[in-house]
């Protein structure tokens, strides 16, 4: 499975654009990429997928470069409760389901 | 439509006894995983069943561990004789049995053991 790097954390003030960048330089055809967000004591929460160019939902907004060796989740106009870690997830649409999760991106948001 | 439920929220044993973590997935799901999330560190998957089998094990620590998701009731997460290692928040996913986004899984709250 093509291995993910994130930062560990990131600083924001409400209101701001915030910009996660996730890099899998060794991802592969058939992967997709996916984002997830936890909440202290809370399991993980789905937040978007896309597999090239760009994604956009009610939440947030996914980037992916031609070359998709890399991705950018951003989150609009970010409040306190969009405090949380960030996991950024590279794996196959098919096959093995199980998710590989790194250490995700620590978003702090202050007031 | 309930999300996933876990049980019990937190569980706290002795070094030697046995925990029994429960899961029931999302209405209309059949597929169930296992995660377990360490302090400070991100979810690692442990096992993966459909209903009255298991697919993937490869996480599943090879001794004291064993998942089950009978026919009818929730899956079932057991850890035998824990030890202090064992400390850690589970969580249970869950997914329809069909998916174009097969990593769209949704979690449960997590049951939190604690031992002592």
């Known amino acids: 499975l093509a291995k993910t790097t994130q930062p560990i954390s990131m600083d924001s003030y409400e209101g701001q654009e915030v910009n996660i960048t996730c890099s899998h330089n060794?991802?592969?055809?058939?992967?997709?990429i996916t984002w997830y967000q936890q909440f202290p004591s809370q399991g993980p929460r789905f937040i978007i997928q896309g597999y090239k160019t760009k994604v956009t939902n009610e939440v947030a907004s996914l980037f992916i470069p031609a070359d998709r060796k890399s991705s950018t989740l951003s989150l609009p106009r970010v409040s306190l409760s969009d405090t949380a870690v960030y996991y950024c997830l590279v794996a196959l649409d098919t096959g093995r389901r199980a998710l590989t999760f790194g250490s995700g991106t620590r978003l702090q948001v202050q007031p | 439509n309930a999300g996933v439920m876990q049980n019990p929220r937190h569980l706290v044993r002795r070094r030697g006894q046995e925990a029994r973590l429960r899961c029931s997935p999302m209405k209309g799901h059949s597929h169930v995983y296992w995660y377990r999330q360490l302090p400070e560190e991100g979810l690692k998957f442990m096992v993966y069943l459909q209903k009255e089998n298991i697919i993937d094990e490869s996480g599943m620590p090879k001794e004291r561990f064993s998942a089950e998701f009978p026919k009818e009731g929730p899956s079932i997460l057991r850890i035998q004789q824990v030890v202090r290692g064992d400390s850690a928040a589970y969580f249970c996913?869950?997914?329809?049995?069909?998916?174009?986004?097969?990593?769209?899984?949704?979690f449960g709250p997590g049951t939190r053991l604690t031992v002592l």
């Open positions: 996913a869950s997914s329809p049995p069909i998916s174009g986004r097969a990593y769209e899984q949704f």
């Open positions: 060794n991802i592969a055809t058939n992967d997709y």
